[in-house]
């Protein structure tokens, strides 16, 4: 006879620290089907989630342009 669980376990990822909470949006932005892909296929070719690709792409040319000016 099997035992039943008496608590149900919580739904979906354990918790992060505050250092690591993304809370904030950008927004909206509207792109091409073709853009799309590409950013998919970027990603998915460096073993990353679009997320994560986009979110790396970006703050890797901000940091860039922080430079130069």
Known sequence: MSRMKTTKSKRGAPPKPA???????????????DQLD???HAAKAEGMTKSDWVRNT????????????
């Open 19 to 33: 250092s690591e909470k993304k809370d904030k949006r950008l927004g909206v932005i509207q792109i091409t089907q």
């Open 38 to 40: 590409s950013y998919e």
């Open 58 to 69: 970006l703050d890797a040319k901000a940091k860039r342009t922080s430079k130069n000016s």
